[in-house]
């Protein structure tokens, strides 16, 4: 499904050309998805998990390769609003923050606990040269996003963008 997703998220910002993609598989997926990237001409870079396969290691070997100034973390059942790039940067403006900042964007995946846990995680390059890590490398998936939301709020570093709905479309949501 990461193909769909790609495609979706690449469609609905208005900047493509500023959107670096990061890929990771776990190891022996590598080839069969770099076949993939090439056939299809896309900008994306494949990094392998090479660790536990847990999607908390998966999304921390991504941003350990990010060379941006926000990190967006999801998944392939992750789609984006129409111009999410634009919004966000909306946001970051309206709370006074600079892409040099110390931040984490509070979006809605349009479940009923959004308004009370990120499931997926936006965050400034500051953030997570801070802490080192998206999700503490521990956890295998679960209550890695429970984590990442208290300590968020408790570092007082959340702006408040829930009118942003990245729709999950898990079928356990």
Not at 34 to 49: H, S, Y
Not at 99 to 108: A, K, Y
């Amino acid at each position: 499904g990461w193909l769909e997703s790609y495609r979706h998220w690449m469609q609905t910002c208005i900047q493509p050309h500023k959107i670096e993609y990061i890929l990771c598989v776990d190891s022996g997926n590598e080839t069969a998805v770099r076949r993939v990237v090439d056939k299809i001409g896309a900008d994306i870079t494949v990094v392998v998990n090479g660790g536990k396969k847990s999607a908390a290691v998966g999304w921390n070997r991504a941003c350990e390769a990010a060379r941006g100034s926000v990190l967006i973390c999801n998944s392939d059942d992750c789609f984006s609003p129409e111009k999410w790039d634009l919004d966000l940067w909306v946001a970051i403006n309206r709370a006074g923050k600079s892409l040099d900042d110390e931040f984490v964007i509070h979006t809605s995946d349009g479940s009923p606990q959004a308004n009370l846990l990120m499931t997926f995680s936006f965050l400034s390059a500051k953030r997570y040269e801070k802490l080192g890590y998206i999700f503490w490398p521990e956890y295998q998936g679960m209550c890695a996003d429970n984590e990442f939301t208290e300590h968020a709020y408790r570092d007082g570093v959340v702006i408040d963008a829930k009118h942003l709905v990245f729709e999950h479309r898990s079928e356990d949501t």
